[in-house]
């Protein structure tokens, strides 16, 4: 087959996060290359048209598609599948719909209540009034059925206490639902029969005084996380407060202003109008231009372990590698244990050598690893995702698991969590392609 290789179009100024989408098209190209495959490589930009050209003229008869943003910017990564759709041109990995829910963190999070998956509850900007630090609530009028209160009442979101806001009753499912989840359950196609974990969602939500970790909504690879994304706060009104401060300053470093007045003049940087004016330049010639406009939102933080688990298609369904923990090694006690921008993309950072995963299951984690892959597959179902995924979880000191992302097209390159797993499960890179290959065309 002749397969088109799309990947993020860079420039020098582009990060480690972002450069290794040239690690992951030269790995893919080698696969492809040892398949028997015929490739050609594709940088992709905002110039939509420009990849409809090359497309055209090109005719691929797939696309392997590694595109993680557009011009720098995440939010857009479900353009490219929603353009090949328009197209009729098979590609690998999910769908537009299912990366657009996926990458924004909210999204994600709205869509796991909804299916009754555990997940840390948060407090996003929308969910704030004009003016006031309180969240903003939900409707309260009575509904159609029960079951439609019940779908609306198991919506986490941030720390009221609202029965509208919280999960409530046991495990947040009423009888009906308890059955659909069974039922869903008895009918998975998975690669291990053993399938049988616990996947209510707890009765939890955040009370103050809290600690939370600040994250961008639309960003992947631990951008903008470190361990100051950390922070304690009092009350909904101060944690309202800091969050709109720090949003503010993240959009501020984004866009590459001060953030004090007058301070880029000073240090000879770019003042607003020039950096607008440099990006406009930018986007105009299809280059990527800095990431700018993302918001933070605040999420309970969960002081545990770390998994990944990952799930790659298969002629039988999803197959659950083998789940990945992150152990935090010699780590200060007052350091906290998250795996930042640092860890991934710093090689001379503390946290990047400190970090490590393993494999080796303990024989006490057995129970706690069959729920992991159990909510796993389910992730994989509600967001009707394809190709490969990977779920990344928090585990409490009660052995409770918390589903943090749910991450479509996860990165190819040879040191990422993903290839990790599918190494120890036996997999070469060539049987990853093939498979998502195979995946793509229906084969």
Same mark, same amino acid.
């Given at each position: 087959m002749k397969v088109a290789i799309l990947h993020d179009a860079l420039t020098d100024e582009s990060r480690p996060d972002e450069t290794d989408a040239l690690v992951q098209a030269r790995y893919v190209t080698g696969a492809l290359d040892a398949l028997g495959h015929k490739s050609i490589t594709l940088p992709v930009s905002l110039n939509l048209e420009r990849l409809s050209r090359a497309l055209d003229a090109e005719r691929p008869d797939v696309v392997f598609n590694l595109v993680e943003t557009l011009a720098g910017r995440g939010r857009l990564c479900h353009v490219v599948p929603a353009l090949l759709d328009a197209l009729g041109v098979p590609y690998t990995g999910s769908d537009g719909h299912a990366l657009f829910l996926t990458t924004? #963190? *909210? +999204? *994600? #999070? =709205? +869509?796991?209540?909804? &299916? &009754?998956?555990?997940?840390?509850p948060w407090y996003a900007p929308r969910d704030l009034r004009e003016g006031c630090g309180e969240p903003r609530g939900f409707s309260s009028e009575p509904r159609a059925s029960a079951r439609a209160e019940h779908r609306t009442q198991a919506r986490v979101s941030c720390g009221a206490a609202s029965p509208a806001r919280t999960l409530q009753g046991d495990g947040a499912m009423d009888g009906m639902d308890r059955m659909d989840r069974m039922d869903e359950m008895d009918g998975m196609d998975l690669q291990n029969p053993n399938e049988a974990g616990s996947v209510t969602a707890p009765n939890w939500a955040i009370r103050f005084p809290a600690t939370v970790i600040l994250k961008p909504t639309w960003e992947d690879a631990s951008v903008g996380i470190d361990d100051d994304s950390i922070i304690a706060v009092r009350d909904e009104a101060e944690l309202a407060a800091v969050l709109r401060e720090r949003t503010r300053r993240y959009q501020q470093e984004q866009r590459g202003e001060a953030t004090q007045p007058g301070e880029a003049t000073q240090r000879g940087e770019p003042t607003q109008r020039g950096e607008r004016t440099r990006r406009y330049q930018q986007e105009q010639r299809g280059e990527p231009a800095r990431r700018f406009g993302d918001e933070l939102f605040a999420e309970a933080y969960i002081d545990g372990r770390e998994f990944n688990l990952s799930l790659l298609c298969g002629p039988r369904g999803p197959q659950v590698l083998p789940p990945a923990e992150i152990d935090f090694v010699d780590y200060p006690p007052e #350091?906290?244990?998250?795996? &930042?921008?640092?860890? #991934?993309? !710093? !090689?001379?950072?503390? =946290?990047y050598h400190a970090t490590p995963r393993r494999f080796d299951v303990d024989e006490a984690d057995r129970g706690l690893v069959e729920t992991l892959r159990a909510l796993a597959v389910h992730c994989w179902r509600l967001f009707d995702l394809r190709g490969h995924v990977r779920v990344d979880f928090r585990v409490d000191e009660r052995n409770q698991p918390w589903i943090l992302e749910v991450n479509a097209n996860p990165c190819l390159s040879p040191e990422a969590g993903f290839m990790a797993a599918a190494a120890r499960a036996g997999l070469t890179i060539e049987h990853v392609v093939e498979r998502l290959l195979r995946d793509a065309v229906g084969s």
């Open positions: 924004g #963190k *909210t +999204q *994600t #999070k =709205e +869509q796991l209540v909804r &299916g &009754g998956l555990p997940t840390p #350091k906290p244990h998250i795996v &930042g921008y640092a860890a #991934k993309w !710093d !090689d001379r950072a503390f =946290e």
